[in-house]
């Protein structure tokens, strides 16, 4: 039996239970937050939004292994960690994942709110609640993410300094801003950026959180789909260096979860070649070239992708970390051994330690080395 072998998460999703916001808000706001109602059949959940609705189709239940021949859990299965603190834990030893930070569901819903009074207090009440029942059970291996309200800004940089008075060590933003706001190039977002400089909060941004879900139809439409999720994170990413934000804030830092690992060194090169190649048309003028910053600042997770290993031995890119996904279908939950082993068998201790480890450290120390992994603290300093 191979060893297990530990690492830290850069994503996971964590399932709000459906009556938070009737125990937390006043009526009249409570049936207004995002709630989920699935059908009898199991076919079909209705998603509903400050006074409007849409209907999604849930995925058919599979037999195990029927992809691929791999271990594969049926898409109805939910593992009781996805609710319950400390049921997770249990699946964390399980699989071997230490520290991890943590998205909400419901709340990923958030930005099709229209209503600022109703964003700002639920964002308060989901951030209450994430706090009590997810990082303060397990303060030592769980980043819960605060979310901010962003249909104004003032309001979004009043929840950043009372998230860090609280105790969050992240926030949450969607990879795009809300119907009628500016992209994240715009000045309009300077307080925000400010704000979390200031209070050393990381910024994360989840992809698939652009609004809308299925682009595309027909053949292929499926792999379609999961791919063009994956673009959020990167335009999100090219708005903060392009318009200035990372070079005002140079000690602001981004972690992009869920979008893979090797078009960071990509994006970096192009949009160097289009600062370079098109500079009479640049503005603002920057202090480096954009592929510094996001070598200094930002930081990607990935699940399978094998060239993430590759981006940090080929590409030189050292801010990339492993991320689980639990407890989604595209994560790792199940097989989360048999993935790191594939991964990182035969690769150089050190590599397999910056990813696995390191670069999740570089944005929360406080979590601390996984068990066993103490002579990677003594080589890395060394080194």
Known sequence: MEAKMWANSGDSHFLEPPDLFDKTLPRELAER??????????????????GESFVRPLPKPIRDGEFAGETI????????????????????????IWGEITFPSLGLWSNMIKDPVLVREGCKALNDWALAE????????????????????????????RAKSQGFYAVYLPTVPPNG???????????????????????????????????????????????DTTYGGQRATTQLIAGGALDRHPTLKVLI???????????????????????MFVRPKLSMLPKEYIYRQVYVSFQHDKTAVETVTGM??????????????????????????????????????RVTVGAFLDLFPHIGEPPGNEVFTKTAAVA
């Open 257 to 279: 979860s869920e979008g893979g690992a090797a078009w960071a060194p990509f994006l970096g090169d192009r949009m160097n070649e289009g600062y370079r190649q098109h500079g």
């Open 134 to 161: 997810i990082q303060h059970i397990a303060p030592e291996r769980l980043i819960a993410t605060a979310m901010l309200p962003l249909l104004r800004v003032e309001d979004a940089v009043k929840e950043a300094y």
């Open 181 to 227: 706001q500016p992209t994240y190039n715009h000045d309009y977002w300077e307080p925000l950026w400010a704000a979390l400089e200031e209070t050393g909060l990381i910024l994360t941004i989840h992809i698939g959180t652009d609004g809308e879900m299925v682009p595309f139809f027909g053949p292929g439409g499926a792999v379609l789909n999961y791919v």
């Open 316 to 353: 030189g890119y050292q801010n990339v970390m492993f991320g689980s996904d639990y407890p989604h279908l595209e994560g790792t939950y199940g097989h989360t051994q048999k993935t790191l082993h594939e991964l990182f068998d035969g690769v150089d201790d050190q590599v397999r330690h």
């Open 73 to 96: 859990l049926s898409l109805s299965f939910r593992p009781p960690g996805c609710g319950d603190t400390r049921e997770r834990l249990k699946d964390l030893d399980q699989e071997g």
């Open 33 to 50: 937050m995002p709630r989920s109602v699935k059908s009898e059949d199991g076919k079909t959940e209705t998603v509903h939004i400050d």
